[in-house]
């Protein structure tokens, strides 16, 4: 059964710093998704990341993805307080021709000012 | 807005009752999932439709069931419901059913059952 740890699941930082997560999957997949949700918010697609190697960045946000390692990395860069926000990665899993997403727990972004 | 639309977007009921969620994916999707969202189990799959009929199954109780109907819209059926069953419900659509088809999350339900 897939399983899809993230790492950490709560952080507080301080605006202007910079940060790294973590998003650990145990069964071979060639794609991963990041979303923001926003308390009490639907899921907001940040990144589809298609294939080992991609690179995706988008304002203060880096995401990568290492099929070999099974490993995804989200780079917040010179953080501030907007992008507070609980942070999901997901991989699909494939099963008879259909897919279903299997997302980690969730890291709790605190940006204090 | 990702164009999926869910109503309602809160219901509050009580243990033993019986609610309808209601999900229209975007325009041109054929395929709807539905996902739970609990402070117990996190974010699961619970069931997939694509073109009225069901496709994938995860971990969905005996006590919900879904369809989705010719204009492809989706309803989800909650019963003898419990405490444990308070979450924030999702729906979200892809265009096709099968692999590499990005899933598109709508504002969600909230269900509280007290």
């Known amino acids: 059964e897939l399983k899809v740890e993230q790492n950490p699941l709560f952080l507080s930082m301080q605006e202007g710093k910079n940060y790294t997560i973590y998003c650990n999957y145990s069964?071979?997949?060639?794609?991963l998704y990041w979303y923001r949700q926003d308390p009490g918010k639907s899921l907001e697609s940040l990144f589809v990341l298609l294939s080992n190697g991609a690179v995706k960045q988008e304002g203060r946000l880096m995401a990568s993805l290492d099929t070999k390692a099974r490993l995804s990395t989200l780079h917040i860069t010179a953080a501030v307080h907007d992008l507070s926000a609980t942070y999901f990665c997901a991989v699909p899993i494939t099963r008879g021709g259909s897919e279903k997403l299997v997302f980690g727990k969730g890291m709790k972004l605190t940006v204090n000012p | 807005d990702s164009g999926v639309t869910q109503t309602p977007k809160h219901l509050i009921t009580a243990t033993g009752q019986r609610v309808t969620l209601r999900c229209s994916p975007r325009s041109g999707d054929l395929s709807v999932y539905w996902y739970q969202q609990s402070l117990d189990q996190g974010l699961q799959f619970l069931i997939q439709y694509y073109n009225g009929e069901e496709r994938a199954k995860g971990n969905i109780l005996e006590r919900f069931s879904a369809q989705q109907f010719p204009d492809l819209h989706s309803e989800l059926n909650l019963s003898s419901l419990e405490l444990g069953d308070s979450a924030l419900y999702f729906c979200?659509?892809?265009?096709?059913?099968?692999?590499?088809?990005?899933?598109?999350f709508g504002p969600g339900t909230r269900l509280t059952v007290l």
């Open positions: 069964t071979t997949s060639d794609r």
């Open positions: 979200a659509s892809s265009v096709q059913a099968g692999v590499r088809n990005e899933q598109f």
